[in-house]
Structure formats: structure tokens, C-alpha cells
């Protein structure tokens, strides 16, 4: 059963345009979304993240948005640099209290010069 | 400040064979997460634990796999016997307590031949 899916495996961009990037959940007692980006032979490192009772969070290049009534939620990197390409990982909280991280499988983004 | 230690970086077995995984968690965080990343897919928890006691290991192969964190600080990660569906890089992440950030080490790629 996956709660947190990422339907798209794979994104290019140019590098200076906009690279959107989806997550679909199914639980909606998640209340808190978590984006990871991970480069290769290296641990996944924590980027951005959003509560449930907002809709919009933003950190300099990067924006989380979030949108309740058809759970989904969508990180957007404006403007890509190559430095950008890396897996990032869509992450939502269970539904219990431990901590424990829902992932998504990933979406690997290539921002090409 | 130190980050998560993880070591053997990279480890090749046959199955049936045995193999442990050790972690250092960053200094002073009580909450320790051994996750399974199988390519292609998202990290998935195998075992949580606070300082020393375990929170959840609801997902963790008891009958072949097992985890310790003595003293509440390192903890370690035991397949035995291996099988070749073990093949996966085992990340070990740390936070100060439940629900907070998540530092991940480098992890271990296993291949078990």
C-alpha cells in the first residue's frame, strides 16, 4: 500500500526554468510534508517542508505547495541550476506520533547547462 | 557539528551469510531510524527506537533481521541469514526527538549475491 506516491521517475529541465515536482498521498490524517534531496552515494538531506494547516511554504529558490481536498502537494525550484540535479523524495509524517517517514520512490531531476 | 556515521560504506555477501551494519547518531539526538532503500524505491522505516527502548519496528523482518542501540547512543543492524532481496542501501538517521528533522548518515549498500 503506497501511501505517498511519486508518479513521475524521471524530470529534465533547462537550466533558469522552473522544474515542478508532484507528490499524490492517499492517508489524509498525514498533517506534515517533508521534501528530501538526495545525490548519489550520499544520505538523503532535508529541503523543505509544510504543515497541513498551510497551503504555501517558500525558502529562497524553492516553494512547497499544498492542496488538502485532492491530496497533493508540489515543490517547485525557481530558478533550476545543475547543482539542483539530484532524486528528491516526497515525505509525509504517519499518521502516529513516532516520527515515522512515509516516502514517496523518488523523482531523479536532471537540470542540463 | 559531526554528522551521522555509518560504516561499512559498501559490503558484498552470498546469501545465507551474515553481515551487521553500525550507526553513530549526531551527538545528543535521542531518536535513532534505520530505514531500507531498495533501488528504485523510497527509503522505508525498518526500526525506530528512542534513546535505547524501540518505538516501532512493525516493518522490520524479525526473523532474520535485528537491531540493538546499547547505551542509547550507537546501534547496529544484523541480517541473518541474508537473502538476495536484501540488496539495498541501509540509511541510518538521527533527530533530537520524534517529529523532528532527520539527519541521515551516508548509508550502506548491501548486494547480496
Known amino acids: 500500500d503506497q501511501q505517498v506516491k511519486q508518479n513521475s521517475p524521471s524530470l529534465s529541465v533547462q537550466e533558469g526554468r522552473i522544474s515542478i515536482l508532484n507528490c499524490d498521498y492517499t492517508n489524509s490524517m498525514f498533517d506534515y510534508f517533508l521534501w528530501y534531496k538526495k545525490y548519489p552515494a550520499e544520505g538523503p538531506t532535508f529541503l523543505i517542508s509544510?504543515?497541513?494547516?498551510?497551503d504555501k511554504n517558500e525558502d529562497g529558490r524553492f516553494t512547497v505547495f499544498l492542496n488538502k481536498s485532492a491530496k497533493h502537494l508540489s515543490l517547485h525550484i525557481v530558478p533550476s541550476q545543475p547543482g539542483d540535479s539530484a532524486v528528491y523524495f516526497c515525505a509525509a509524517w504517519g499518521s502516529s506520533n513516532t516520527g515515522k517517514l512515509i516516502f514517496g520512490q523518488g523523482t531523479t531531476l536532471q537540470v542540463k547547462p | 557539528e559531526a554528522g551521522v556515521a555509518q560504516s561499512p560504506r559498501y559490503k558484498i555477501i552470498e546469501k545465507r551469510q551474515s553481515v551487521a551494519f553500525w550507526c553513530n547518531p549526531i551527538?545528543?539526538?535521542?531518536?535513532l531510524y534505520w530505514y531500507q532503500q531498495i533501488l528504485g524505491q523510497g527509503p522505508k522505516l525498518l526500526i525506530q527506537f528512542q534513546n535505547n527502548g524501540v518505538v516501532d519496528d512493525s516493518q522490520l523482518p524479525k526473523d532474520r533481521f535485528s537491531a540493538e542501540r546499547l547505551k542509547g547512543v550507537d546501534s547496529t543492524l544484523k541480517i541473518q541469514p541474508a537473502k538476495l532481496e536484501d540488496s539495498a542501501v541501509y540509511l541510518c538517521?538521527?533527530?533530537?526527538?520524534?517529529?523532528?528533522?532527520?539527519?541521515f548518515g551516508p548509508g550502506t549498500r548491501l548486494t547480496v549475491l
Open positions: 538517521a538521527s533527530s533530537p526527538s520524534y517529529r523532528n528533522e532527520q539527519f
Open positions: 551527538s545528543g539526538h535521542a531518536t
Open positions: 509544510i504543515s497541513s494547516i498551510k
